[in-house]
């Protein structure tokens, strides 16, 4: 169930640059956990779904790496915001 989750997720956000938490799948999910499908169809659809990720992600508008110093800006502006809103003792 996690592997197809997580697969699907990679793709979501490869081609829509979402990330969906409540997942619209769950109850077909909650049958995978629960045995629909066998072991054999769980690789064998991994497996496609990893190569069809593969081309998927040359063609994904993601940037290649994250944008470290929009990142750091941000933990250090979240850190200052905190310390502020810290009772004074």
Do not use: F, Q
């Not at 793709?11 to 640059?17: A, D, H, Y």
């Not at 508008?61 to 915001?81: G, K, M, Q, Y």
């Amino acid at each position: 169930m996690h592997l197809v989750r997580l697969l699907r997720m990679c793709r979501e956000i490869l081609t829509e640059g979402v990330v969906r938490v409540k997942r619209p799948d769950a109850a077909e999910l909650r049958e995978i956990r629960n045995g629909a499908w066998s072991y054999d169809r769980l690789i064998e659809w991994a497996k496609g779904e990893d190569a069809a990720l593969e081309a998927v992600y040359k063609t994904s508008a993601l940037p290649r790496e994250p944008d470290r110093a929009a990142i750091d800006a941000l933990c250090v502006a979240l850190t200052e915001e905190g310390l502020r809103t810290l009772p004074m003792s």
